[in-house]
C-alpha cells in the first residue's frame, strides 16, 4: 500500500520515508544537512528536527530525569516537552516545532538544561 525509499546514509546506516501514498499529497522541500550529536543527518528544510530524526532511525532522542530512560517522539505537537534538545546552542528546544535548517547542530539534551 505504501511505498518506501531509502536514502543510504554514510554515517547512519538507511533512512525510512514514504515515497508514494495513495491519498496523500507530500510536498518534499529542500535537500537540507545538519548534525545530531556529531552525526550528519539529511532532511527537508519543510521537516521538523524531530521527525527527520525519526525517518533517519534515531528513536530515542531525549532521556528522561529522573531514570534516564530513553524517550522518543510522543506528541510532535509541542506539549509533553520529550523532544527537547539543544539547537545551535539554545536548550530547551523543542524539536517537534522546529524546522530543519541547513548545518545547524543539534545535541541531545541531559537533565533540565541550562538557562541563558
Do not use: W
Not at 556529531?38 to 530525569?65: P, Q, W, Y
Amino acid at each position: 500500500m505504501y511505498t518506501y525509499y531509502i536514502i543510504k546514509n554514510s554515517e547512519r546506516g538507511i533512512n525510512l520515508r514514504i515515497e508514494a501514498h495513495p491519498i496523500l499529497d507530500f510536498k518534499r522541500g529542500n535537500p537540507v544537512s545538519f548534525t545530531f550529536d556529531g552525526v550528519r543527518v539529511e532532511a527537508c528544510d519543510n521537516m521538523t528536527i524531530a521527525v527527520a530524526l525519526h525517518a533517519a532511525g534515531f528513536k530515542g532522542i531525549s532521556e528522561s530525569m529522573l531514570k534516564k530512560r530513553p524517550r522518543g517522539l510522543f506528541c510532535a505537537i509541542g506539549n509533553c516537552s520529550s523532544c527537547m534538545m539543544v539547537v545551535d546552542g539554545v536548550p530547551n528546544v523543542r524539536t517537534c516545532l522546529e524546522l530543519c535548517k541547513d548545518g545547524m547542530v543539534v545535541e541531545t539534551q541531559r537533565g533540565k538544561g541550562a538557562l541563558i
